[in-house]
């Protein structure tokens, strides 16, 4: 289960300079490791350039531009969740599991 994870958010931002139809922004949550993973997917396929990163939510608050690829992501609402509860990564994570859920298209009536 450690390895198992959560999409929080992706987000298709093309047309960009880098490709006029896939480029690919996401955040993914670890909730067993209490890890996020930040991605970036553009052109996809064989020729596929981007890549990600997985942190610690103390590595994430210090990471360059975090914020910013939340927003491409298309989940700006889990910014303030990560600042409100950085000290508690059990909240934080229960919180973020609970953003998403609320957000799922599953949840929708």
């Not at 450690?2 to 300079?17: D, F, G």
């Not at 922004?25 to 553009?42: A, C, D, H, R």
């Not at 990600?52 to 360059?64: A, K, M, R």
Request: hydrophobic letters at 30%.
């Amino acid at each position: 289960m450690k390895n198992k994870n959560l999409r929080i958010s992706y987000k298709n931002q093309a047309p960009t300079k880098e490709h006029k139809t896939h480029h690919w922004y996401s955040v993914n949550l670890y909730p067993f490791k209490n890890q996020i993973n930040i991605g970036e997917s553009i052109a996809g396929g064989h020729g596929e350039r981007g890549g990600s990163v997985t942190l610690s939510i103390l590595e994430l608050l210090d990471y360059e531009g975090w914020e910013n690829h939340f927003r491409l992501s298309g989940c700006e609402w889990a910014i303030q969740i990560i600042k409100s509860n950085k000290d508690d990564e059990e909240k934080l994570t229960d919180e973020l599991i609970k953003g998403v859920c609320e957000r799922s298209e599953f949840n929708k009536k």
